[in-house]
T-cell receptor, first 112, second 114 residues
Framework: GAVVSQHPSRVICKSGTSVKIECRSL??????MFWYRQFPKQSLMLMAT?????????EQGVEKDKFLINHASLTLSTLTVTSAHPEDSSFYIC????????FGPGTRLTVL | GENVEQHPSTLSVQEGDSAVIKCTYS??????FPWYKQELGKRPQLIID?????GEKKDQRIAVTLNKTAKHFSLHITETQPEDSAVYFC?????????????FGTGTRLTIIP
């Protein structure tokens, strides 16, 4: 099946810094990618839809200026968590559709 | 928007018994219903899916049923094994002009007791 990679797998940062997470579709092109956040023992919550060549679409309650999304090419979307705070600590997962949804392996973000 | 409810939140069954997880959705326009298995710290893995033009689908020990009228769908796992222990999520999607957005249920933590 199709492969989606994510980098980094884990990141620890200080409060107030910014963190960039990359999501790549390795063997197919994705005009759309999705970014989810998953807190411990909770479900995946869609944060935003990343659209190649246009602005991302954010879900209600997600701050677009805090979670910057750039869909730079047909195989790459990036999520930047700006001015990260401890409450942003979570598991961030991207996905890309290719008939079905293919998920990246996730990024564990810990903000100290 | 779409709202997906999932029950139960936790489920323990004896090895060899069957497990059933149920989901309901709110938007009658939803037409695709996947089920995912997620192990701790890992990505969700698609285990089975069903489209709205089908009432039931089976793949070895796993089956999914869909009742469009009642807007609910269920996952059935038979002859459960310890490796079936994981968190399972249902999801619903409206395919509309290329929109592939999934709405997830709240998850069910399944524990298989040896």
């Amino acid at each position: 099946g199709a492969v989606v990679s994510q980098h980094p797998s884990r990141v620890i940062c200080k409060s107030g810094t910014s963190v960039k997470i990359e999501c790549r579709s390795l063997d197919f092109q994705a005009t759309t990618m999705f970014w989810y956040r998953q807190f411990p023992k909770q479900s995946l919550m869609l944060m935003a839809t990343s659209n190649e060549g246009s602005k991302a679409t954010y879900e209600q309650g997600v701050e677009k200026d805090k979670f910057l999304i750039n869909h730079a090419s047909l195989t790459l979307s990036t999520l930047t968590v700006t001015s990260a705070h401890p409450e942003d600590s979570s598991f961030y997962i991207c996905s890309a559709p290719n008939n079905e949804q293919f998920f990246g392996p996730g990024t564990r973000l810990t903000v100290l | 928007g779409e709202n997906v409810e999932q029950h139960p939140s936790t489920l323990s069954v004896q090895e060899g018994d069957s497990a059933v997880i149920k989901c309901t959705y709110s938007d009658s326009a939803s037409n695709y219903f996947p089920w995912y298995k997620q192990e701790l710290g890992k990505r969700p893995q698609l285990i089975i899916d069903i489209r709205s033009n089908v009432g039931e689908k089976k793949d070895q020990r796993i089956a999914v049923t869909l009742n469009k009228t009642a807007k609910h769908f269920s996952l059935h796992i038979t002859e459960t094994q310890p490796e079936d222990s994981a968190v399972y999520f249902c999801a619903a999607r409206i395919s509309n002009f290329g929109n592939e957005k999934l709405t997830f249920g709240t998850g069910t933590r399944l524990t298989i007791i040896p």
